[in-house]
């Protein structure tokens, strides 16, 4: 049974999908290279984000990868990132019932907690993780050391995020995943991964019924 949520959150619990695909358009200009489309941009995000960068002109021979990413955060933080009023009901939700609600991110740590704080959702989760250092790159020994360290089934945790990168976390550690199809990646893209895709997060309350 699971009594543990995971959520990511950009893309997941942050509506910032369009705020990425401005701060990338601005990026493009500055570089004069042509803007992308939003739905462009969910069907050719990948991770490393090196490759997603090279497709759409950047010269990454030339680029450092942690500068073109704080470029990226700063022209990010000219938009508007509200939480999903569906996410918040959510947690709400989930929070009454007692349910451990956790948050995991390759966000910058102090980042992370920062923005969860500024958007009021901090105290919704039992624990914020993000990353330690100004490092990019996936988070599974993380996950898994935390849920090791404080002694939680995989086998009772559900993931939540919006990327097939989330899928593999979830594959990693032991847990069943459910993909939101409107975050970064598009839905076709998200289908091909096996994990349950859902419209929003509404429907978290009816897989959870179906996973009992």
């Not at 369009?18 to 969910?42: C, D, F, H, K, Q």
């Not at 960068?53 to 680029?63: C, K, Q």
């Not at 939540?160 to 069943?176: E, F, K």
Request: glycine share 8%; with cysteine.
């Amino acid at each position: 049974m699971i009594n543990t949520l995971i959520w990511d959150f950009n893309g997941t619990v942050m509506d910032d999908m369009g705020a990425s695909v401005g701060a990338v358009n601005a990026m493009l200009t500055r570089r004069g290279l042509p803007p992308i489309t939003e739905e462009w941009y969910t069907l050719h995000l990948v991770i490393p984000l090196t490759r997603f960068y090279e497709s759409v002109g950047f010269d990454m021979r030339t680029e450092k990868l942690v500068n073109v990413s704080e470029e990226f955060q700063r022209e990010c933080r000219k938009f508007s990132r509200p939480v999903f009023p569906e996410v918040l009901e959510a947690l709400e939700r989930f929070s009454k019932k007692g349910m451990r609600q956790l948050l995991f991110s390759s966000l910058y740590h102090d980042t992370l907690v920062a923005q969860a704080e500024e958007r009021g959702i901090a105290a919704y989760f039992e624990g914020i993780v993000g990353r330690q250092d100004r490092s990019l790159g996936g988070k599974e020994q993380a996950a898994s050391a935390y849920l090791k360290e404080h002694d939680i089934d995989p086998e009772t945790v559900l993931f939540i995020g919006d990327l097939t990168t989330d899928c593999d976390l979830a594959d990693y550690v032991g847990s069943s995943c459910a993909l939101i199809a409107k975050g970064h990646q598009h839905r076709e893209i998200l289908s091909k991964t096996g994990a349950y895709i859902l419209k929003d997060a509404s429907e978290l309350d009816q897989l959870l019924e179906e996973l009992k």
